[in-house]
Protein backbone atom coordinates (compact mmCIF):
# COMPACT_ATOMS: atom_id res chain seq x y z
CA UNK A 1 0.00 0.00 0.00
CA UNK A 2 3.12 2.67 0.29
CA UNK A 3 4.65 1.69 -2.30
CA UNK A 4 1.27 2.42 -4.90
CA UNK A 5 0.87 5.37 -2.22
CA UNK A 6 4.19 6.89 -3.25
CA UNK A 7 4.19 5.57 -7.07
CA UNK A 8 1.01 7.59 -6.93
CA UNK A 9 2.32 10.86 -5.02
CA UNK A 10 5.17 11.39 -7.68
CA UNK A 11 2.20 11.06 -10.51
CA UNK A 12 0.38 13.46 -9.13
CA UNK A 13 -0.57 17.33 -9.41
CA UNK A 14 -3.55 19.68 -7.57
CA UNK A 15 -6.55 18.90 -10.01
CA UNK A 16 -9.14 21.45 -10.03
CA UNK A 17 -12.58 19.26 -10.30
CA UNK A 18 -14.29 16.73 -9.10
CA UNK A 19 -15.55 13.15 -10.49
CA UNK A 20 -17.82 10.78 -9.70
CA UNK A 21 -17.41 7.39 -9.49
CA UNK A 22 -19.91 4.92 -11.79
CA UNK A 23 -18.84 1.55 -11.70
CA UNK A 24 -16.03 1.81 -14.58
CA UNK A 25 -17.05 5.06 -15.29
CA UNK A 26 -16.03 8.59 -13.83
CA UNK A 27 -18.51 11.57 -14.37
CA UNK A 28 -17.03 15.17 -14.16
CA UNK A 29 -18.94 17.39 -11.95
CA UNK A 30 -18.17 20.65 -11.28
CA UNK A 31 -18.82 23.06 -7.72
CA UNK A 32 -20.08 25.60 -9.97
CA UNK A 33 -21.31 26.17 -13.42
CA UNK A 34 -20.51 29.27 -15.07
CA UNK A 35 -22.32 28.91 -18.19
CA UNK A 36 -24.61 26.68 -20.52
CA UNK A 37 -21.86 27.30 -24.01
CA UNK A 38 -20.72 23.36 -23.79
CA UNK A 39 -24.18 21.99 -22.69
CA UNK A 40 -25.03 19.31 -25.62
CA UNK A 41 -28.56 17.51 -25.55
CA UNK A 42 -26.67 13.97 -25.17
CA UNK A 43 -23.76 12.87 -23.00
CA UNK A 44 -20.61 13.38 -24.02
CA UNK A 45 -18.53 9.70 -23.89
CA UNK A 46 -14.76 9.70 -24.09
CA UNK A 47 -12.74 7.15 -24.89
CA UNK A 48 -8.50 6.86 -23.82
CA UNK A 49 -6.13 5.68 -26.08
CA UNK A 50 -3.48 2.69 -25.59
CA UNK A 51 -1.57 3.00 -22.34
CA UNK A 52 -4.41 4.85 -21.02
CA UNK A 53 -6.11 5.38 -17.69
CA UNK A 54 -8.84 7.93 -16.23
CA UNK A 55 -6.70 8.98 -12.50
CA UNK A 56 -3.82 7.88 -11.20
CA UNK A 57 -3.90 9.41 -7.77
CA UNK A 58 -7.27 10.75 -6.47
CA UNK A 59 -9.79 12.91 -6.66
CA UNK A 60 -8.20 16.34 -4.79
CA UNK A 61 -4.64 15.02 -6.26
CA UNK A 62 -3.98 13.34 -8.82
CA UNK A 63 -3.46 13.67 -12.84
CA UNK A 64 -5.71 12.83 -15.61
CA UNK A 65 -5.51 11.41 -18.83
CA UNK A 66 -7.73 14.22 -20.07
CA UNK A 67 -6.19 16.89 -18.15
CA UNK A 68 -8.80 19.53 -16.95
CA UNK A 69 -10.65 18.58 -20.27
CA UNK A 70 -13.87 16.88 -18.49
CA UNK A 71 -14.14 19.41 -15.38
CA UNK A 72 -13.92 22.28 -18.06
CA UNK A 73 -17.02 20.49 -19.79
CA UNK A 74 -19.06 20.15 -16.86
CA UNK A 75 -18.91 23.93 -15.25
CA UNK A 76 -20.01 24.67 -18.96
CA UNK A 77 -22.73 22.60 -18.81
CA UNK A 78 -21.89 19.16 -20.14
CA UNK A 79 -22.23 15.43 -18.71
CA UNK A 80 -19.18 14.52 -19.85
CA UNK A 81 -17.86 10.93 -18.77
CA UNK A 82 -14.33 9.07 -18.91
CA UNK A 83 -14.70 5.35 -19.93
CA UNK A 84 -11.95 2.48 -18.54
CA UNK A 85 -10.88 0.45 -21.22
CA UNK A 86 -7.81 -2.53 -21.11
CA UNK A 87 -4.69 -0.27 -21.52
CA UNK A 88 -3.26 -3.00 -24.14
CA UNK A 89 -5.73 -5.22 -26.44
CA UNK A 90 -7.25 -5.11 -29.39
CA UNK A 91 -9.78 -3.11 -30.70
CA UNK A 92 -12.88 -5.67 -30.58
CA UNK A 93 -12.27 -6.11 -27.16
CA UNK A 94 -11.43 -2.64 -26.31
CA UNK A 95 -14.45 -1.88 -28.15
CA UNK A 96 -17.16 -4.41 -26.62
CA UNK A 97 -15.47 -2.68 -22.70
CA UNK A 98 -16.43 0.63 -24.21
CA UNK A 99 -19.94 -0.40 -25.22
CA UNK A 100 -20.97 -2.06 -22.12
CA UNK A 101 -19.76 1.46 -20.86
CA UNK A 102 -21.94 3.49 -22.81
CA UNK A 103 -24.77 1.51 -21.92
CA UNK A 104 -24.29 2.41 -18.31
CA UNK A 105 -24.12 5.84 -19.49
CA UNK A 106 -27.48 5.25 -20.77
CA UNK A 107 -28.52 4.23 -17.64
CA UNK A 108 -27.43 6.57 -15.57
CA UNK A 109 -28.59 9.71 -17.29
CA UNK A 110 -31.66 8.20 -19.60
CA UNK A 111 -30.19 9.40 -22.68
CA UNK A 112 -31.03 7.51 -25.87
CA UNK A 113 -27.94 9.12 -27.81
CA UNK A 114 -24.75 9.57 -27.30
CA UNK A 115 -21.67 11.66 -28.43
CA UNK A 116 -18.60 9.90 -28.68
CA UNK A 117 -14.52 10.91 -28.74
CA UNK A 118 -11.74 8.58 -28.71
CA UNK A 119 -7.96 9.93 -28.79
CA UNK A 120 -5.32 7.72 -30.57
CA UNK A 121 -6.33 3.91 -30.43
CA UNK A 122 -9.31 4.88 -28.53
CA UNK A 123 -10.70 6.69 -32.35
CA UNK A 124 -11.39 2.48 -32.86
CA UNK A 125 -13.35 2.37 -29.83
CA UNK A 126 -15.82 5.17 -30.91
CA UNK A 127 -15.62 3.70 -34.39
CA UNK A 128 -16.20 -0.16 -32.85
CA UNK A 129 -19.37 1.66 -30.89
CA UNK A 130 -20.99 3.47 -33.96
CA UNK A 131 -20.76 0.49 -36.13
CA UNK A 132 -22.37 -1.76 -33.43
CA UNK A 133 -24.97 0.79 -31.79
CA UNK A 134 -25.32 3.44 -34.80
CA UNK A 135 -28.72 4.18 -33.70
CA UNK A 136 -27.52 4.96 -29.92
CA UNK A 137 -24.80 7.48 -31.75
CA UNK A 138 -25.49 11.36 -32.24
CA UNK A 139 -22.14 12.11 -33.13
CA UNK A 140 -17.81 10.71 -33.18
CA UNK A 141 -14.86 12.79 -33.05
CA UNK A 142 -11.19 11.25 -33.03
CA UNK A 143 -8.97 13.13 -31.92
CA UNK A 144 -5.09 12.16 -33.12
CA UNK A 145 -6.45 8.55 -34.25
CA UNK A 146 -5.11 6.24 -35.90
CA UNK A 147 -7.95 5.47 -38.32
CA UNK A 148 -5.21 4.41 -41.01
CA UNK A 149 -3.12 2.61 -38.33
CA UNK A 150 0.57 4.34 -37.61
CA UNK A 151 3.65 3.41 -39.16
CA UNK A 152 5.30 3.19 -35.25
CA UNK A 153 3.08 -0.32 -34.73
CA UNK A 154 3.86 -1.80 -38.16
CA UNK A 155 7.72 -1.18 -37.00
CA UNK A 156 7.10 -2.72 -33.95
CA UNK A 157 5.83 -5.61 -34.96
CA UNK A 158 7.80 -6.46 -37.82
CA UNK A 159 11.08 -5.65 -35.55
CA UNK A 160 9.52 -8.16 -33.07
CA UNK A 161 8.75 -10.98 -35.09
CA UNK A 162 12.09 -10.71 -36.79
CA UNK A 163 14.36 -10.78 -33.52
CA UNK A 164 11.33 -13.52 -31.95
CA UNK A 165 11.00 -11.39 -29.38
CA UNK A 166 6.96 -11.35 -29.71
CA UNK A 167 6.45 -12.88 -26.75
CA UNK A 168 8.90 -11.52 -24.22
CA UNK A 169 7.16 -7.93 -25.81
CA UNK A 170 3.96 -9.12 -24.59
CA UNK A 171 5.14 -9.66 -21.34
CA UNK A 172 6.65 -7.02 -20.76
CA UNK A 173 4.57 -4.43 -21.71
CA UNK A 174 1.35 -6.42 -20.52
CA UNK A 175 3.10 -6.38 -16.88
CA UNK A 176 3.39 -2.65 -17.44
CA UNK A 177 -0.84 -2.63 -17.97
CA UNK A 178 -0.88 -4.37 -14.83
CA UNK A 179 0.66 -1.89 -12.89
CA UNK A 180 -1.11 0.67 -14.79
CA UNK A 181 -4.44 -0.72 -13.52
CA UNK A 182 -2.41 -1.12 -10.07
CA UNK A 183 -1.50 2.50 -10.11
CA UNK A 184 -5.68 3.46 -9.95
CA UNK A 185 -6.43 0.97 -7.52
CA UNK A 186 -8.14 -1.50 -9.95
CA UNK A 187 -8.32 -4.91 -10.40
CA UNK A 188 -6.24 -6.05 -13.82
CA UNK A 189 -7.91 -9.38 -14.72
CA UNK A 190 -11.02 -6.48 -15.39
CA UNK A 191 -9.11 -5.25 -18.05
CA UNK A 192 -6.86 -7.90 -19.66
CA UNK A 193 -4.00 -7.23 -21.26
CA UNK A 194 -2.58 -8.44 -25.22
CA UNK A 195 0.53 -6.09 -25.84
CA UNK A 196 0.39 -8.24 -29.57
CA UNK A 197 -3.68 -8.05 -30.42
CA UNK A 198 -3.00 -4.30 -29.53
CA UNK A 199 -0.04 -3.56 -31.79
CA UNK A 200 -1.51 -5.25 -34.61
CA UNK A 201 -4.88 -3.40 -34.32
CA UNK A 202 -2.76 -0.18 -33.89
CA UNK A 203 -0.72 -1.28 -37.55
CA UNK A 204 -1.28 -0.39 -40.70
CA UNK A 205 -2.08 -4.12 -41.28
CA UNK A 206 -4.38 -4.67 -38.82
CA UNK A 207 -6.11 -1.32 -39.11
CA UNK A 208 -7.16 -2.57 -42.41
CA UNK A 209 -8.35 -5.12 -41.41
CA UNK A 210 -11.11 -3.42 -38.82
CA UNK A 211 -11.65 -0.99 -41.47
CA UNK A 212 -13.25 -3.44 -44.03
CA UNK A 213 -16.20 -3.81 -41.04
CA UNK A 214 -16.24 -0.65 -39.57
CA UNK A 215 -15.69 1.55 -42.74
CA UNK A 216 -18.58 4.85 -41.72
CA UNK A 217 -16.49 8.05 -41.61
CA UNK A 218 -13.57 6.67 -43.46
CA UNK A 219 -11.73 9.12 -45.86
CA UNK A 220 -13.34 8.54 -49.21
CA UNK A 221 -9.65 9.50 -50.89
CA UNK A 222 -6.10 9.59 -50.16
CA UNK A 223 -5.61 12.04 -46.69
CA UNK A 224 -9.32 12.99 -47.73
CA UNK A 225 -12.55 13.72 -45.63
CA UNK A 226 -14.57 11.27 -45.30
CA UNK A 227 -18.53 11.59 -44.98
CA UNK A 228 -19.40 14.16 -43.09
CA UNK A 229 -22.37 12.48 -41.53
CA UNK A 230 -23.79 8.35 -42.27
CA UNK A 231 -26.90 6.92 -40.85
CA UNK A 232 -27.36 10.04 -39.02
CA UNK A 233 -24.00 10.46 -36.63
CA UNK A 234 -22.53 13.44 -37.13
CA UNK A 235 -18.22 12.65 -37.76
CA UNK A 236 -15.46 14.97 -36.57
CA UNK A 237 -11.53 14.74 -36.29
CA UNK A 238 -9.04 16.63 -35.31
CA UNK A 239 -5.17 16.11 -34.93
CA UNK A 240 -2.07 17.60 -34.04
CA UNK A 241 0.83 17.67 -36.74
CA UNK A 242 4.37 18.66 -34.29
CA UNK A 243 5.95 15.93 -32.59
CA UNK A 244 8.05 18.88 -30.17
CA UNK A 245 6.16 21.18 -29.22
CA UNK A 246 8.09 22.36 -25.77
CA UNK A 247 11.41 21.66 -24.49
CA UNK A 248 10.27 21.69 -21.07
CA UNK A 249 8.04 18.87 -21.51
CA UNK A 250 9.86 15.64 -20.60
CA UNK A 251 7.25 14.00 -22.84
CA UNK A 252 8.34 15.54 -26.51
CA UNK A 253 11.72 13.57 -26.11
CA UNK A 254 9.81 10.20 -26.82
CA UNK A 255 7.44 11.78 -29.66
CA UNK A 256 10.81 13.24 -31.23
CA UNK A 257 12.22 9.82 -31.09
CA UNK A 258 9.23 7.90 -32.38
CA UNK A 259 8.86 10.70 -35.61
CA UNK A 260 12.94 10.01 -36.15
CA UNK A 261 12.19 6.03 -36.35
CA UNK A 262 8.70 5.80 -37.53
CA UNK A 263 6.59 8.35 -38.04
CA UNK A 264 8.15 10.90 -40.37
CA UNK A 265 7.92 7.77 -42.83
CA UNK A 266 4.50 9.15 -43.10
CA UNK A 267 4.54 12.49 -43.68
CA UNK A 268 3.63 15.06 -40.90
CA UNK A 269 2.35 13.68 -37.61
CA UNK A 270 2.06 14.25 -33.70
CA UNK A 271 5.16 11.74 -33.14
CA UNK A 272 2.86 8.84 -33.42
CA UNK A 273 -0.25 9.46 -35.62
CA UNK A 274 0.28 11.08 -39.47
CA UNK A 275 -2.10 13.93 -40.31
CA UNK A 276 -3.51 11.62 -43.11
CA UNK A 277 -3.96 8.63 -40.81
CA UNK A 278 -6.19 10.86 -38.29
CA UNK A 279 -8.07 12.17 -41.28
CA UNK A 280 -11.98 11.17 -40.28
CA UNK A 281 -15.29 12.48 -41.38
CA UNK A 282 -14.92 16.41 -41.26
CA UNK A 283 -11.53 17.77 -40.69
CA UNK A 284 -11.88 20.57 -37.83
CA UNK A 285 -8.10 20.80 -37.87
CA UNK A 286 -5.36 19.01 -38.89
CA UNK A 287 -2.58 21.21 -38.28
CA UNK A 288 -2.97 21.89 -34.47
CA UNK A 289 0.36 22.78 -33.32
CA UNK A 290 0.28 19.77 -30.52
CA UNK A 291 2.16 15.82 -30.51
CA UNK A 292 0.45 13.34 -29.39
CA UNK A 293 -0.07 14.15 -25.95
CA UNK A 294 -1.38 17.66 -25.97
CA UNK A 295 -4.43 16.88 -27.82
CA UNK A 296 -5.33 15.37 -24.59
CA UNK A 297 -3.69 18.02 -22.49
CA UNK A 298 -1.07 15.41 -21.26
CA UNK A 299 1.58 16.40 -18.96
CA UNK A 300 -0.37 18.70 -16.58
CA UNK A 301 -1.20 21.33 -19.69
CA UNK A 302 2.16 21.67 -21.32
CA UNK A 303 2.19 22.83 -24.58
CA UNK A 304 3.74 25.22 -26.82
CA UNK A 305 3.58 28.66 -26.19
CA UNK A 306 1.47 30.02 -29.16
CA UNK A 307 -0.30 26.51 -29.40
CA UNK A 308 -3.96 26.75 -29.17
CA UNK A 309 -5.52 25.49 -25.68
CA UNK A 310 -6.46 21.72 -26.33
CA UNK A 311 -9.44 22.29 -23.36
CA UNK A 312 -11.19 25.37 -25.14
CA UNK A 313 -10.81 23.06 -28.56
CA UNK A 314 -13.01 20.37 -26.89
CA UNK A 315 -15.42 22.71 -25.10
CA UNK A 316 -15.81 24.30 -29.01
CA UNK A 317 -16.46 20.97 -30.00
CA UNK A 318 -19.25 20.93 -27.63
CA UNK A 319 -20.66 24.31 -28.16
CA UNK A 320 -20.40 22.86 -31.82
CA UNK A 321 -22.90 19.79 -30.89
CA UNK A 322 -25.08 21.94 -28.92
CA UNK A 323 -25.81 24.12 -32.07
CA UNK A 324 -26.45 21.02 -33.82
CA UNK A 325 -28.87 19.99 -30.95
CA UNK A 326 -27.00 16.66 -30.29
Known sequence: MKIRTHFITLCCVLFA???????????????????NYAKTQYPIVFAHGMV?????GFDALGMDYWYQILPDLARNGSTAFATRISPFNSSEIRGEQYVEQLKEVMAITGAKKLNLIGHSHGAHSVRYAAGVIPQ?????MTVGGAN???IVASDVM???????????????????????MWAQGLDS?????????????????????FNQRFK??????????????DQGIALYSMTGNQPVTNPLDVSDAAMKALDLLSASKAGANDGIVSVCSAKFGKTIRDDFQWNHLDEINLLFGIKGTFAPDPVAAYRQHANRLKLQSL
Open 17 to 35: GQYVQASNLQQAESRFVVS
Open 52 to 56: GFNRI
Open 136 to 140: HVASV
Open 148 to 150: QGT
Open 158 to 180: RLANQTGTSELLNTLISSFGNVI
Open 189 to 209: QAFPHNTLAAGHSTSIEGTAE
Open 216 to 229: LGLSLSPCGEGKYT
